[in-house]
């Protein structure tokens, strides 16, 4: 389910997701279709990850990757689940083909 909250989501993202909403900041990016595809691929590693397991491993591998770059913003980036998301927002297929923990290839 997709909401709009400007409000909730720091200047520096357009979107969050938390199981089962896509949180955007405006309402351009319901047609953003790259940016829907990233979040749709949140969804279903919290799905498969039962979002509890899902924050509790991106907190812990953000954490440990702020200590190895020492810069949130690459921390960030680096975390598996933003990996695979990034890696595959263009395709807007690959949830039909992706396989089960998918992220897992992106540690």
């Known amino acids: 389910m997709i909401i709009?909250?400007?409000?909730?989501?720091?200047?520096r993202f357009c979107a969050v997701t938390i199981y089962p909403f896509v949180i955007?900041?405006?309402?351009?990016?319901?047609?953003?279709?790259?940016?829907?595809n990233h979040?749709?691929?949140?969804?279903?590693?919290?799905?498969?990850?039962?979002?509890?397991?899902?924050?509790?491993?991106?907190?812990?591998?953000?954490?440990?990757?702020?200590?190895?770059?020492?810069?949130?913003?690459?921390?960030?980036?680096n975390i598996s689940f933003e990996r695979e998301a990034y890696h595959h927002e263009f395709d807007l297929e690959y949830l039909q083909n992706r396989k089960f923990f998918g992220f897992l290839r992106f540690i």
């Open 39 to 77: 979040e749709y691929i949140h969804l279903r590693q919290q799905k498969e990850l039962l979002w509890l397991f899902f924050f509790l491993w991106y907190g812990i591998e953000y954490l440990l990757r702020l200590l190895y770059y020492r810069n949130s913003y690459l921390a960030y980036r």
């Open 4 to 11: 709009i909250v400007p409000q909730i989501i720091s200047k």
């Open 24 to 36: 955007l900041k405006n309402q351009q990016s319901k047609n953003d279709v790259v940016l829907l």
